[in-house]
């Protein structure tokens, strides 16, 4: 019997043309960010400090070009060698084993860069300066080996320059239009607010930094706690929820605000929020990804006074449950599994709540919210979790062995049925103003006080009857 020779050489063509159809435009941009807060994590020795005020990360993004700079560390020219440029992460690659990022699988620079343009170069400056430049010949040939340039400085500034030309198709028009641009804005202000708020500065095309996106839930400002709140630590992760209310729960006899403006106003800030080591990679999920619809009642309007944040901490980024994209959760990790139980059984307390009050004043419910304060979740996780006795936590036991829950008592519910209905219709403008002229004499009063008048006016003839 002969023998011969399997070739198993991956393909090229499957790694630049395959691999990038998984990621978004947007989550390719975002994965270079992540790239250089994980730098800045090497430098800081694994944790990000309070002050991040010396990090700066620019982007800059036109119809010919895409860039991104900072000062985060550089690459080391060992892992450059190595390392940074291979497509896959080596099982014996374990530089991150003490620091809190997120890379895992050793895909994202290069496919963020493939996802971009055609021709690439990378220059940064740690403990020696070099540059990598990637083109058209490279992609085209079976040989994977880059040339690595070195270059001798006199000062190290511990930074990364990527600039990627010769823009990919479709790419060009989308990532010079001001709408994609603002939707990047965006983006970074959710994901990256932790880091902002320690004062790191990421811009867009030379513009004003871009501003954080906190995430706020009520407390009660004489130090007892009003979110459900569990915390466990155990297996080297290190798991945190909070849940709760927003703002003041809004009654149906309420009409402050309008039905669109209320509504609005709770997209931006109801839902749940999922942090892995402080990136959000999950944003005021309303769906069945979080439990809504899932144990839980569907989303509607009601519940947008309801907010949730999940904290999934490690120096072990494989523990985390995130998708390669890092901008998801994996929904078959058993650590999710586990924890979106534990946020369907916080969120159903306050879902359960309105449910009760939904039909009374808000003037009812006003002696439960003149003490309590807006805190930002990290104040929350922080400050707060520390300041709970140790006899108001419950210790969980079984699958949540190791972990521990804060379970607010809330402002008992009414135990009567209401005497009120409210009373909502629509009509024509010229409609109103001429009841108003008749009611007030004059056609400018409010429509409720014309409705409400209107209605007086038949009531009162009705109870001569």
Not at 246 to 270: L, T, Y
Not at 335 to 363: C, D, E, V
Not at 436 to 458: I, M, Q
């Amino acid at each position: 019997m002969s023998e011969n020779i399997v070739h198993t050489n991956a393909s090229k063509y499957f790694f630049v043309h395959m691999l990038t159809r998984d990621i978004d435009l947007l989550d390719a941009i975002l994965d270079l960010v992540d790239n250089s807060i994980d730098g800045m994590f090497r430098k800081l020795n694994g944790t990000s400090s309070s002050d991040l005020t010396p990090y700066k990360i620019e982007l800059i993004l036109n119809d010919e070009m895409f860039s991104i700079k900072d000062n985060c560390g550089g690459i080391e020219l060992n892992t450059a060698i190595n390392y940074a440029f291979k497509l896959g992460r080596d099982k014996n690659d374990d530089r991150d084993l003490d620091v809190s990022t997120i890379g895992m699988y050793g895909i994202g620079m290069k496919r963020a860069i493939f996802k971009i343009g055609k021709k690439c170069s990378v220059k940064s400056y740690a403990d020696k300066a070099f540059e990598v430049e990637i083109g058209h010949d490279w992609l085209e040939s079976n040989d994977w080996s880059l040339p690595l340039k070195t270059e001798d400085v006199d000062i190290l500034k511990d930074k990364t320059e990527i600039e990627v030309s010769d823009l990919s198709s479709g790419v060009k028009e989308k990532i010079s239009s001001e709408s994609f641009q603002d939707e990047l804005y965006k983006s970074i202000s959710r994901h990256y607010s932790r880091f902002i708020q320690k004062g790191l500065e990421i811009t867009i095309n030379g513009n004003d930094k871009i501003k954080p996106y906190p995430i706020k839930i009520f407390v009660d400002k004489d130090g007892s706690v009003k979110p459900y709140i569990y915390h466990e630590i155990k297996d080297g992760l290190e798991i945190k929820i909070v849940c709760g209310f927003n703002s003041p729960p809004k009654s149906n006899n309420d009409d402050s605000d309008s039905k669109e403006i209320v509504e609005k106003r709770g997209e931006d800030e109801s839902g749940w929020t999922i942090f892995c080591n402080d990136r959000a990679v999950v944003f005021n999920d309303k769906t069945f990804l979080t439990g809504w619809g899932d144990g839980l009642p569907k989303y509607h309007p009601q519940f947008v006074v309801l907010s949730g944040v999940v904290e999934f901490n490690s120096t072990n980024a494989s523990y985390l449950p995130v998708t390669t994209t890092k901008r998801g959760v994996d929904t078959s990790s058993d650590i999710y599994i586990r924890t979106k139980q534990l946020m369907k059984n916080g969120m159903k307390i306050f879902t359960s709540y309105t449910n009760k009050w939904k039909n009374f004043p808000r003037s009812d419910q006003k002696q439960f919210f003149d003490s309590v304060a807006k805190l930002e979740i990290p104040d929350i996780f922080e400050t707060v979790i520390k300041n709970i006795p140790e006899d108001k936590w419950t210790t969980k036991k079984k699958d949540y062995e190791g972990g521990k829950e804060f379970i607010p008592n809330l402002p008992p519910a009414p135990r009567q049925k209401p005497d009120t209905k409210r009373i909502s219709f629509t009509k024509k403008i010229r409609d109103i103003k001429d009841v108003a002229e008749y009611l007030f004499d004059d056609s400018n009063v409010d429509p409720n006080n014309v409705g409400e008048e209107a209605f007086n006016y038949v009531l009162s003839r009705a109870k001569e009857l």
